[in-house]
């Protein structure tokens, strides 16, 4: 089984991380190592679609780690819905003399390597993602750096809401999921912190608590807004009006998808891409990596995906208790 895969083809698909490209050069660069060749697929399914798939060596990925987004470009491609794009995708590996493929994204992207498989080409996926939502796994490719570049922001705009005494609504990503949110609002010392996992939609509590604090002498409030819940802008002017204290709404947006790699993204990142390509190289099919307890370890992607993930209640409750420092 260990000679079967001969020529290794990587793609990155869904939202961009940063320390794709970290993992992407570990997957070329072991591959070579191990006597294999390497094909990178453009734009994700998209590009395994229409035939973008180019030669890698080691050259390829040099001076690559330190760099966000992906150097192999990424897309959405709602055509992996449909069995006849997916027999097609394969072929098209199939006809590159792709015989293992590494996919890079979350579980949408895992759906597709899933199908693939079943067309004999075998499949490695890598969560990569900055939501941190794949629920077999305590890490994801990104989330590290996108929650520091989050934390980072928020401590800024904590500086100019104190100057001005205002309530700001501090809006990060996370597509339906709140763990950038909670972790910031551990970090930041968030007043309040919204997730749509908690998340009550009861604007009285928060108009309270921002007029409690301020009668207790808060200069500032910080909310924390996880995207799955969003309307931030709206959310500040009724909370402006309710409370008569100047509320302004900041939406982070993408930056958080941008910028160098953390150190733990580089390193987790290369790890889990190598790791890939060693299971490749032992016969093993439709598996993702992730990482659990402190180690390194890989699942069935069926498995995987039937997985439920949920925010830590311990945290959110630490959140909570830590943060209301004028409760004296």
Known sequence: MADKVKTIGVLTSG?????????????????????KTVKGIRRGYAGLLSGEIIDMNAHSVSETIQRGGTILQTARCLEMLDPEY??????????????????????????????????????????????LDIACTEYTIGFDTAVNTAMEAIDKVRDTS????????????GRGAGYIALWCGIANGAEDVLLPERYDYDEQKLVNHIIEGRKKGKQHHIIINAEGIGHSTSMAKRIEAATGI???????????????????????????????????????????????????????????????????????????????????
């Open 86 to 131: 997916q027999e097609k995708a394969a072929k098209n590996a199939i006809a590159a003399g792709i015989d293992g493929l590494v996919v890079i994204g979350g579980d949408g992207s895992f759906k597709g390597a899933q199908k693939i498989s079943k067309f004999g080409i075998n499949t490695i996926g890598l969560p990569g993602t900055i939501d």
């Open 162 to 173: 104190t100057s001005h005494e205002r309530c700001s609504i501090i809006e990060v990503m």
């Open 15 to 35: 939202g961009d991380a940063p320390g794709m490209n970290a993992a992407i050069r570990a997957v070329v660069r072991q591959a070579i190592a191990r006597g």
């Open 246 to 328: 100047e509320t302004r709404a900041t939406i982070l947006g993408h930056m958080q998808r941008g910028g160098s790699p953390t150190c733990k993204d580089r390193v987790y990142a290369s790890t889990m891409g190598a790791m890939a390509v060693d299971l490749l190289c032992e016969g093993k099919t439709n598996r993702v990596v992730g990482y659990r307890h402190g180690e390194f370890i890989d699942f069935d992607i069926d498995e995987a995906l039937a997985m439920k993930k949920d925010v830590d209640e311990y945290q959110y409750q630490i959140c909570k208790s830590l943060n209301n420092d004028y409760k004296y």
